[in-house]
């Protein structure tokens, strides 16, 4: 079976900001408003796989996509997570960074329980196309600004 990541026609609504390398999605399951994720274009299962050259690009680019998703969000904190292998809780076998944007008082009970909700993630809903196409025109007026 194909990978999803690897299908761009699949996931090609989700995209709200690319570069050569990298595509940044809005996560059709969201654990928080703003829940995103950063792919390599190129199929990489692993975190230990990548150059440094390609690793530096990557976190350059997580940087500046969580200052956007804070400031559409108004948030003042926020989460990145990787889950690498079964064991961990990945899902889809192709690299990808969690970007969550928080809020003080964002998740009920202790705030650093949210990376169980990435474990859980077949109870989330499944965002509609809307509530997709609303979140990705909020984040990319804050790309463009």
Not at 15 to 26: A, K
Not at 87 to 104: D, E, M, N, V
Request: with cysteine; hydrophobic share 35%.
């Amino acid at each position: 079976m194909k990978c999803v990541f690897c299908n761009f026609e699949k996931i090609m609504n989700q995209i709200f900001f690319e570069t050569e390398n990298y595509c940044c999605l809005y996560n059709i399951k969201p654990v928080l408003p703003g829940h995103s994720l950063i792919i390599p274009r190129k199929h990489v299962e692993s975190f230990l796989d990548f150059k440094e050259d390609e690793l530096k690009e990557m976190f350059l680019l997580v940087q500046k996509i969580v200052k956007v998703l804070m400031k559409t969000y108004g948030s003042n904190g926020f989460n990145l997570g990787i889950q690498e292998g079964e064991s961990a809780g990945q899902s889809i076998q192709h690299f990808h960074i969690h970007l969550l944007p928080r809020r003080t008082g964002d998740m009920e009970g202790d705030p650093s329980k949210w990376f169980t909700r990435l474990f859980d993630n077949k109870n989330l809903p499944i965002f509609s196309e809307e509530d997709i196409k609303r979140n990705i025109s909020m984040i990319k007026k804050q790309l463009s600004d």
